[in-house]
């Protein structure tokens, strides 16, 4: 299960912030988020890390790239709020499930306590994705509307590393 959600953190580290070329996809977006919570409000976010089930304790089930998550030693897909945090506690990662599936939100913060990533999931593709850099600047250039676009991951630093493709809410492998 670590693996599991180790590689779709590293697909998600993969949204970034890079600079803007000719191609992208348009900015804007005509389609809503599944449901907007707002993770910056702390009372908000403390209800949800309190309800959340911890990484560690789901299995993933089926292909690669078309896995299930189900609660350990259980059939059912999972549906609810799923959490990771660093060794000191500080929360790594908020996201939303529904049948064993991204559905939803999907939330990520640098060791720093800053956000780094929001991106929107149906049905396990996304549909957009916004980054901030480590500073907790947003990022202007990162372009992934409608599950099209490019992302530029960052490191701790604030330096590039690694330019992603998104194409029908699905990571383009080049």
């Known amino acids: 299960m670590r693996k599991l959600i180790a590689a779709?953190?590293?697909a998600l580290l993969l949204a970034g912030c890079g600079d803007e070329k000719r191609g992208d996809a348009p900015r804007e977006s005509n389609q809503s988020p599944i449901e907007t919570i707002d993770l910056d409000d702390n009372e908000t976010r403390n209800r949800i890390i309190?309800?959340?089930i911890d990484e560690d304790?789901?299995?993933?089930?089926?292909?690669?790239?078309d896995e299930i998550l189900h609660v350990a030693g259980q059939e059912t897909p999972y549906t609810g709020w799923v959490k990771s945090a660093y060794e000191d506690g500080g929360i790594f990662f908020l996201a939303q499930y529904k049948g064993g599936k991204e559905n939803g939100s999907w939330v990520q913060w640098y060791r720093n306590g800053k956000k780094m990533e929001e991106t929107s999931f149906?049905?396990?593709k996304?549909?957009?994705?916004?980054?901030?850099?480590?500073?907790?600047i947003k990022c202007p250039v990162t372009n992934v509307v409608n599950g099209n676009g490019v992302a530029v991951s960052y490191d701790p630093d604030g330096k590039e590393y690694l330019r992603?493709?998104?194409?029908?809410?699905?990571?383009?492998?080049e």
């Open 8 to 10: 779709m953190s590293v």
């Open 50 to 52: 309190a309800e959340a």
């Open 57 to 65: 304790n789901l299995d993933a089930k089926g292909d690669c790239c």
């Open 122 to 124: 149906k049905d396990g």
């Open 126 to 136: 996304i549909l957009q994705i916004l980054v901030w850099k480590p500073n907790g």
């Open 164 to 173: 992603s493709n998104y194409m029908k809410g699905e990571w383009v492998k």
